[in-house]
Each structure stands twice: as C-alpha cells, then as structure tokens.
C-alpha cells in the first residue's frame, strides 16, 4: 500500500488521494499507525460516502477516527439490514435529509447524519455484548410501536410469534415510513419539527392505505439503494 509506504512523502499521498490534515487526523501519524499493522483485506468495506457515491474504507481504529463506538459494525454483515439515514437539522430550505443504506454511512452523507438501522445484532442482556459467533438481527422497532401498527390497520394477525424477530411486517413498516418521509405533503407540515426534532411517525388508519404506501415506498428504497 503506498499510504503506509513511508519513504513517499505525506504531501504526495494527500495529493495523490485528495485530502488534507485537519485537527482531528493527522496524516502522518496516521500513516506511522498504519505501517505498523499488519494490512487485513477483510477490513477493506464499502462505505457510503454521499447519496448514490459509494465508496470503500479500511475500517480500522488506526484509521477512521470515530468508528462510532462499533454501532456501525453491523453494517459489515453479509446480512446486513437496511437503514435509515436521517438529520436533525438543515441548510436546504426545505427539508430533504432521508436516505437508505445497507453499508456502513459517512457522517456527512447527508448532514450530521442519524443511523436507524431496522435492525441490530442480538445483545447477550446478561453479558452486554454480542453472542458469540451469532448475527442474528432483532427488529430495531418497539413491540408497542409494531402492534399499534397493527392493531390500528386491523391487522393484528401480522404481528410474528415474538415480535422482536426480523419479519417480514417489519420490512413493510419499514417501508411505509420511507415513503412518509419522501411525501411532500409530511415534509411541508412538519418542516419546523423536522429542523429541531427527530422525525415522528404517523400510525396508519387503514389497511389499503398503510399496504399502499408500503409497496411506493419498497420501491423507492430499492431505487435509493442502487
């Protein structure tokens, strides 16, 4: 790797890669900390840097200076779940700050960018840490949130033996709250709340409707993530 080729000066590497240091990453320590580990191929990993722009990035605490405490690490499964990529405030006009990923997301793909992954790897409650070996997912949604769902569309047979397991109800919410946050008509009313808050959802009133928006907003999600 010519970045952790130390006889190549730091100027030429930024130059060759396009950056620059700032106060929180130093180029050439940086490079020092990378030429004294051993290269892993398997932490090279695709990384959405911008809507529509991904990347890869050598996910290494030698290298990415806030890993985010490994809440992210998820997103390196082979069975990665989807996310929502969303901000608390703006510089638009007008609000658009919604996207999806699968990768691991820069935090400036949008701006200030929150992580909502639909789900996250099961927690040994007892040991607080991952189970050995397991990458089984739990819905990231509350039980209370998902049966209100449920029960207010009249659909209270959807809800999985154990809610907390990744279902396919799940993913339709999922989806439905996508094609929410993309309607015009949520983005003008709520565009104050949206500037100062975390995004609320509306609970569906009706089966037709909530399926409806559900299949719009699959769509859309499969586009997003192309």
């Known amino acids: 790797s010519r970045f952790g080729n130390l006889d190549i000066s730091d ?7 396009g950056f620059r240091s700032n106060y929180q990453w130093k180029t050439d ?22 809507p529509f722009d991904c990347r890869f990035i050598y996910w290494h605490p030698a290298i990415v200076f806030n890993m985010r405490g490994g809440k992210l690490d998820l997103f390196r499964s082979s069975t990665a779940p989807i996310g929502l990529l969303f901000s608390r405030t703006t510089t638009k006009d007008t609000y658009t700050n919604f996207f999806v990923t699968r990768t691991i997301p820069d935090m400036q793909v949008l701006y200030n960018t929150k992580v909502a992954p639909l789900a996250v790897q099961d927690i040994d409650q007892n040991q607080g840490a991952l189970l050995p070996g397991s990458e089984k997912f739990i819905v990231n949604l509350s039980d209370l ?16 033996d154990g809610s907390s397991e ?30 100062m808050d975390y995004p609320r959802v509306p609970i569906p009133r009706s089966h037709g409707l909530f399926f409806s928006l559900a299949q719009f907003g699959e769509k859309l999600t499969a586009l997003h993530l192309l």
């Open 166 to 195: 990744l279902c396919e109800f799940a993913q339709e919410i999922f989806h439905f709250m996508y094609a929410v946050f993309y309607s015009p008509q949520f983005r003008d009313r709520y565009s104050v709340n949206l500037r």
């Open 29 to 50: 320590k940086i490079r020092k900390k990378f030429a004294a580990e051993t290269y892993d191929e398997a932490l090279v990993t695709s990384y959405s840097y911008r």
């Open 145 to 160: 949130f998902v049966r209100k769902i449920a029960v207010e569309i009249g659909r209270p047979e959807l809800l999985p």
């Open 11 to 17: 100027d030429a590497i930024e130059a060759e890669l």
